[in-house]
T-cell receptor, first 115, second 112 residues
Framework: EAGVTQFPSHSVIEKGQTVTLRCDPISGHDNLYWYRRVMGKEIKFLLHFVKESKQDESGMPNNRFLAERTGGTYSTLKVQPAELEDSGVYFC?????????????FGSGTRLTVV | DAKTTQPPSMDCAEGRAANLPCNHSTISGNEYVYWYRQIHSQGPQYIIHGLKNNETNEMASLIITEDRKSSTLILPHATLRDTAVYYC?????????????FGDGTTLTVKP
C-alpha cells in the first residue's frame, strides 16, 4: 500500500507570506494527525482528524494555523501569515484504528523555512 | 501522558544486539509503551508497542518490567541501517493517544 505522502518536501517562504502543506494519508485511514518539530525541539502534536472532523486541535499553536480535511481524505495545513518561529519540520501521520493498536504511519515531513 | 527518560545516545556493533532502555516510572495502568524510530530526514517509523507482556515482531522485541516502570527495546542483530533516533512513548490507546510528545529519544549509532 502507498504510504503517507506529504507535499511539498521543502518550502522556503518569507515572513508574512502564506504556505499550505498537504498530507495524503493511507487510503482508508480515518485518523489523521499533524505534528511538528521546531528548531532543536521535540516532535509535538498539533491536531487530530477523524474523517473530516477535528477530534482534537489542542496542540495548534495559534490562530495563524488552519487545518482542514474536506471529504475526509487528504488534509491541508495552512500557515498565514508565517512567522520566523514557524520554521521546522511538519509531519503528518495516519492510522486505521482510533485505538492505535497498529501504531501510526508517518509521512516524510515538510521542511518549512521562514526567512 | 507519562513522561519517559532515555539515554541521549548509544553505540552498538553491527551484528550485535542493541538494547535501548526507557524509564517511565509514572506510567498509568491503562497506558501502553510505544517505540518509534526516525531515520535521518524521514518521518517516525512505528516499531512495536506493549502493555505489560513482552512483545516481539519482525523488527524488535520489547521487554517491559513487571512493575511497568521501565522497558527495553531489543534489536537482536543490529545493522548499519538501524542507525536512527529511537523514541519511547507512553500513551493510552484511545482518544487523545496522538497527543503524545516524542521526547528527545536515543540516538543509536551502529558501527561496522
Amino acid at each position: 500500500e502507498a504510504g503517507v505522502t506529504q507535499f511539498p518536501s521543502h518550502s522556503v517562504i518569507e515572513k508574512g507570506q502564506t504556505v499550505t502543506l498537504r498530507c495524503d494519508p493511507i487510503s482508508g485511514h480515518d485518523n489523521l494527525y499533524w505534528y511538528r518539530r521546531v528548531m532543536g525541539k521535540e516532535i509535538k502534536f498539533l491536531l487530530h482528524f477523524v474523517k473530516e472532523s477535528k477530534q482534537d486541535e489542542s496542540g495548534m499553536p495559534n490562530n495563524r494555523f488552519l487545518a482542514e480535511r474536506t471529504g475526509g481524505t487528504y488534509s491541508t495545513l495552512k500557515v498565514q501569515p508565517a512567522e520566523l518561529e514557524d520554521s521546522g519540520v511538519y509531519f503528518c501521520a495516519s492510522s486505521q484504528d482510533l485505538y492505535r493498536q497498529k501504531g501510526y504511519t508517518f509521512g516524510s515531513g515538510t521542511r518549512l523555512t521562514v526567512v | 501522558d507519562a513522561k519517559t527518560t532515555q539515554p541521549p545516545s548509544m553505540d552498538c556493533a553491527e551484528g550485535r544486539a542493541a538494547n535501548l532502555p526507557c524509564n517511565h516510572s509514572t506510567i498509568s495502568g491503562n497506558e501502553y509503551v510505544y517505540w518509534y524510530r526516525q531515520i535521518h530526514s524521514q518521518g517516525p517509523q512505528y516499531i512495536i508497542h506493549g502493555l505489560k507482556n513482552n512483545e516481539t515482531n519482525e523488527m524488535a522485541s520489547l521487554i517491559i518490567t513487571e512493575d511497568r516502570k521501565s522497558s527495553t527495546l531489543i534489536l537482536p542483530h543490529a545493522t548499519l541501517r538501524d542507525t536512527a533516533v529511537y523514541y519511547c512513548i507512553v500513551s493510552p490507546p484511545y482518544t487523545n493517544a496522538g497527543k503524545s510528545t516524542f521526547g528527545d529519544g536515543t540516538t543509536l549509532t551502529v558501527k561496522p
